[in-house]
């Protein structure tokens, strides 16, 4: 589909354990796994967002650099998630716009890849409520170019 290197803008955000280590560490597999990092926002504490918790968020945002493809990415942040011991994604149903989130170890979202529009039932891109989310556009406009 797509040649070359493209760049992409990831938001990342965790609410348990070492927040600062799983962030950390999430970056770290990132570079490893798909590609360098070109810049990242500071970390950001916040409260939780379209749930209840008593655990507060650590986010941060980064642009990558990438040879991987939209539906390849989204399966290695997810299999990051996976591997830093995240159980269960949030669960979306679209018919009546609801979402159940969960707290979370990591949670690795994609907001940008380029300049494409993707929606499929695995992946939309622009992330459709990064506009919705403080959490997400600080970070993001700290790094964005």
């Known amino acids: 589909m797509l040649k070359g290197f493209h760049i992409v803008y990831l938001s990342l955000g965790t609410n348990l354990g070492d927040k600062e280590h799983n962030l950390l560490s999430a970056i770290s597999e990132i570079e490893r796994r798909i590609g360098p990092i ?40 997810q299999q990051i998630e996976r591997d830093m011991g995240r159980t269960q994604k949030s669960k979306v149903n679209c018919q009546l716009s609801t979402v159940n989130y969960h707290d979370r170890i990591i949670d690795i979202d ?7 529009h993707i929606n499929t039932p695995e992946l939309t891109i622009p992330h459709p409520l990064m506009y919705e989310r403080d959490f997400v556009l600080i970070p993001l406009k700290e790094i964005l170019v």
Do not use: C, H, M
């Not at 968020?57 to 980064?62: D, E, P, R, S, V």
């Not at 994609?110 to 494409?116: G, H, K, R, S, V």
């Open 110 to 116: 994609i907001l940008l890849y380029d300049d494409l």
């Open 38 to 77: 070109r810049a990242q926002s500071a970390f950001l504490a916040t409260e939780p967002w379209g749930f209840e918790s008593e655990n507060t968020f650590l986010n941060a945002a980064i642009r990558v650099e990438t040879e991987l493809e939209p539906l390849a990415l989204l399966k290695v942040t």
